[in-house]
């Protein structure tokens, strides 16, 4: 069975910083892509980042260049990260990370993704 849960979500203020933990457990082979997703109220779940297990390839949504940094961590090689910062409210909503099996053509597309973490809440005050 492929679980994934998150962690590290929080209530900042615009400007501030939160990173977020992603670990896997259950997926049996080594190439998968982990993607980090957001769905805040009333709007569809966006793409906000993905990394390829094997290669480190990552992939941001516009919207987070430059502000958000997808990670595996070096040492335990299913946890993945997703280091926010420059928060503004329009990134609040709930996190989830995904894994996609092997490759993902669209690796920041939903529907590439099989398995889901049950999200993390991140809520950014103006």
């Known amino acids: 069975q492929v679980l994934l849960a998150e962690s590290g979500g929080n209530s900042v203020q615009a400007g501030g910083s939160l990173r977020l933990s992603c670990t896997q457990t259950?997926?049996?082979?080594?190439?998968?892509?982990i993607g980090w997703f957001r769905q805040a109220p009333g709007k569809e779940r966006e793409g906000v980042a993905a990394i390829y297990s094997t290669g480190g390839s990552t992939y941001y949504a516009d919207s987070v260049k430059g502000r958000f940094t997808v990670s595996q961590d070096s040492a335990k090689n299913t946890v993945y990260y997703l280091e926010m910062n420059s928060l503004n409210p329009e990134d609040t909503g709930i996190h989830y990370c995904a894994l996609a099996p092997g490759y993902a053509l669209l690796p920041l597309k939903p529907d590439e993704y099989k398995h889901w973490g049950q999200g993390t809440q991140v809520s950014v005050s103006s």
């Open positions: 259950g997926y049996p082979y080594p190439a998968y892509a």
